[in-house]
Structures are given as C-alpha cells and as structure tokens.
C-alpha cells in the first residue's frame, strides 16, 4: 500500500504553459505539504494544509496555488512555468493525534519538474 | 530565522568504516528529526528526539541530541553500502526547516 502517492512522477514542459501535480495520503493524516528540492538538493517548505486552511505559506511566487478537494488529496498548480520552477516537488504528509504533534513527515516519491 | 548547518557536506567511505555527521542550529530546536532521502526517492524519518540529552538507537544508528538542544549526532557503526543517501536534519517546529544535508557515499 502506497502511503503518500504522487502524480506524475516527471513532468517535461515549455515555459508558460500551466501544470498541476496530483497528491493523495492513505494515512489518515490532517496536515499536508509541498516542497521544493533544488539541484543542489536543498529542501525548502512551500505549503501545508490541515483541515482545509493553508498554515504555512512561504515566499513562494502566486503563480503556485495548492488546492485541496479533501484531507487526503493536496495538488499543487503553476501557472505560467518559469525557467527557475525546474526542480523535484515533494508532498508529504503529517498527523496531530494522539495528543503529541513532531511534525513527523511522511513524504511521497517526488515529482521531477523540468522546464523548457 | 534559525539556520540548520550539517557538517560534513559531503562524506565517502569504505563500508565497514565508523562515521558521524552533525546537525547545529543557531537556537534552540522545538524538536529535531533526522531523515535519510536515497537517489530518486523521497527523504524517510529515521527519528524524532525531543529532550536534552536524549540518545536513541536505531540498530547501527546512533542519534544524540545537545543537552542545550542546539545540536544533534548521528553516528553510524560499521557503514553499509546501504546506508548510503543524503541525510537530512529538521526542526519540527512548524514551519519544517530542513537542514541542507551531508551525502554519504559508503563504498564496497
């Protein structure tokens, strides 16, 4: 059993266009996230959600928009790829229950993202 | 804002050899995760402490947390070409600061 999935695992485009990757948790978990790795493999917080409110948003362009259907899913759109949006997207995935919140982050595979 | 420095950046091996990385912070951590993330995968939580001093032990793994809880080890006996990845620190604070990593290269 997956436990975070995403979609598409690599995902080639021309800059401009617009992109969405897909994420889901089977966890039952409340909090969900995106990340961004660079090429020099640095791992920078973007999103999270829980309950259907965005917690976190770091100084990341609007041109990123994370949406969220339901607890289990959290998608990530871009609007008009840049050059610079190249990089690996990770979801990831969390739970506050049991009373003992460590932010104990369970990631998905990655998405490669490359920008033409 | 706290920074997270890992030392060594990079680190190479031969398996069987001893090793420990280090993971500093410019404050004091909530709580500190380490992570190990290997080629084309996702990073995977390794442990979480939370108190000064603490010492956890996962099989060959060795996590140590500063008494200040400013500071944090990991020690690997008798590496295994398995080990090899890029190991991760992280505040668990809510905003999910993570370290930039020590890439370990354990060779056969």
């Known amino acids: 059993d997956t436990a975070v999935s995403q979609t598409p695992k690599y995902l080639v485009t021309q800059m401009g266009n617009d992109k969405s990757i897909k994420c889901e948790q089977n966890?039952?978990?409340?909090?969900m996230y995106w990340y961004k790795q660079d090429s020099k493999k640095f791992l920078k917080i973007m999103f999270s959600y829980n309950n259907k409110e965005l917690i976190i948003n770091e100084t990341v362009p609007n041109r990123f928009s994370p949406k969220s259907p339901d607890k289990a899913h959290l998608n990530l759109h871009i609007n008009s790829l840049e050059l610079g949006d190249s990089a690996v997207y990770f979801c990831a995935s969390s739970s506050a229950s049991g009373g003992v919140f460590y932010n104990e982050q369970f990631f998905g595979p990655g998405t490669r993202l490359t920008v033409l | 804002t706290q920074l997270l420095e890992q030392s060594p950046q990079f680190l190479s091996i031969q398996e069987g050899e001893n090793l420990t990385v280090y993971c500093n912070s410019s404050s004091v951590f909530s709580s500190l995760q380490w992570y190990r993330q290997e080629p084309g995968e996702g990073p995977v939580l390794l442990v979480t402490v939370v108190t000064g001093g603490e010492v956890k032990k996962l099989k060959r793994l060795t996590f140590q947390f500063g008494d200040a809880r400013k500071d944090s080890s990991l020690h690997i006996t008798a590496a295994q070409t398995g080990d090899t990845g890029l190991y991760l620190c992280a505040d668990s604070n809510n905003d999910m600061r993570f370290g930039a990593g020590t890439r370990l290269t354990v060779k056969p």
């Open positions: 966890l039952g978990h409340d909090t």
